[in-house]
């Protein structure tokens, strides 16, 4: 079992910045690789970021590449999400979650992710 629980979230004017962090509870943070997602109004959850057990590996969602950065704490049980450049369309609940995976990679279909988050809330003011 793990808990997830997020925090970072806020408002913030266009093209600032926010770190995102996610502590995790239980001793097997290791073996679980890590993503993002966020949900806006009316809209399905749609994956932001994720990265490998050992933090190697990352992927992005295009609408985010270049200004967003993904990373990992092993030793804290913490994974972050540093944003910058933000733009309104940005604004949405972000959802940390943990994926089990017995081999190095990631994945970024929300469905297979095993454990969430209870979101935290990011608004860009234009």
């Known amino acids: 079992q793990v808990q997830l629980v997020e925090s970072g979230g806020g408002l913030v004017q266009t093209g600032g910045s926010l770190r995102l962090s996610c502590a995790a509870s239980?001793?097997?943070?290791?073996?679980?690789?890590m993503g993002w997602f966020r949900q806006a109004p009316g809209k399905e959850r749609e994956f932001v970021a994720a990265?490998?057990?050992?933090?190697?590996?990352?992927d992005y969602a295009d609408s985010v590449k270049g200004r967003f950065a993904i990373s990992r704490d092993n030793a804290k049980n913490t994974v972050y999400l540093q944003m910058n450049s933000l733009k309104p369309e940005d604004t949405a609940v972000y959802y940390c979650?943990?994926?089990?995976?017995?081999?190095?990679?990631?994945?970024?279909?929300?469905?297979?992710?095993?454990?969430w988050g209870q979101g935290t809330q990011v608004t860009v003011s234009s």
């Open positions: 979650a943990a994926d089990w995976m017995p081999t190095v990679g990631i994945r970024i279909i929300p469905n297979e992710y095993d454990y």
């Open positions: 239980g001793r097997t943070f290791s073996s679980y690789a």
């Open positions: 990265v490998s057990r050992s933090g190697v590996i990352t």
